[in-house]
């Protein structure tokens, strides 16, 4: 059951990043979308900037599950955690050194940083509610 688990958590990452792939690039690059109406009062249009700048939370998701069920050692499951704070310490500081519309630029990408330690942390959480439920049950 446990490799049928871990086989699900990695069809389900690579599916979810090449959907975030596609939504960053509707973000960004402004492909046509679909349903894109600007007087609609329902506002479908704003699903694809809010998917762009916040559906990656699903791939770290699976990904950290994923770490966290696979590896032994308690430092190799910190490895993504450490790769995203290296990153996002890589933007602080290049928001902080730039000069004119460079911080734009530098304040998105920390900002495409939130989505990835929110799914790091909800990874966390499953993953320690899921190791007490297998020591209460023991």
């Given at each position: 059951m446990k490799n049928r688990v871990n086989q699900i958590l990695l069809a389900a990452f690579f599916l979810t990043a090449a959907l975030y792939v596609y939504f960053l690039l509707v973000w960004i690059e402004g492909i046509p979308r679909p349903f894109y109406d600007p007087n609609d009062p329902f506002r479908f249009y704003e699903l694809w900037v809010y998917l762009g700048v916040g559906f990656h939370v699903v791939p770290c998701f699976c990904l950290q599950l994923?770490?966290?069920?696979?590896?032994?050692?308690?430092?190799?499951?910190?490895?993504?955690?450490?790769?995203?704070?290296?990153?996002?310490?890589?933007?602080t500081m290049g928001l902080f050194t730039a000069t004119g519309w460079d911080n734009l630029g530098w304040g998105l990408l920390l900002l495409l940083c939130a989505?990835?330690?929110?799914?790091?942390?909800?990874?966390?959480?499953?993953?320690?509610?899921?190791?007490?439920?297998?020591h209460i049950n023991q």
């Amino acid at each position: 059951m446990k490799n049928r688990v871990n086989q699900i958590l990695l069809a389900a990452f690579f599916l979810t990043a090449a959907l975030y792939v596609y939504f960053l690039l509707v973000w960004i690059e402004g492909i046509p979308r679909p349903f894109y109406d600007p007087n609609d009062p329902f506002r479908f249009y704003e699903l694809w900037v809010y998917l762009g700048v916040g559906f990656h939370v699903v791939p770290c998701f699976c990904l950290q599950l994923l770490v966290c069920r696979m590896a032994k050692s308690p430092w190799v499951r910190l490895i993504p955690v450490f790769l995203l704070l290296g990153l996002a310490s890589w933007f602080t500081m290049g928001l902080f050194t730039a000069t004119g519309w460079d911080n734009l630029g530098w304040g998105l990408l920390l900002l495409l940083c939130a989505a990835p330690a929110a799914g790091y942390a909800l990874a966390w959480a499953v993953y320690g509610i899921q190791r007490l439920r297998q020591h209460i049950n023991q």
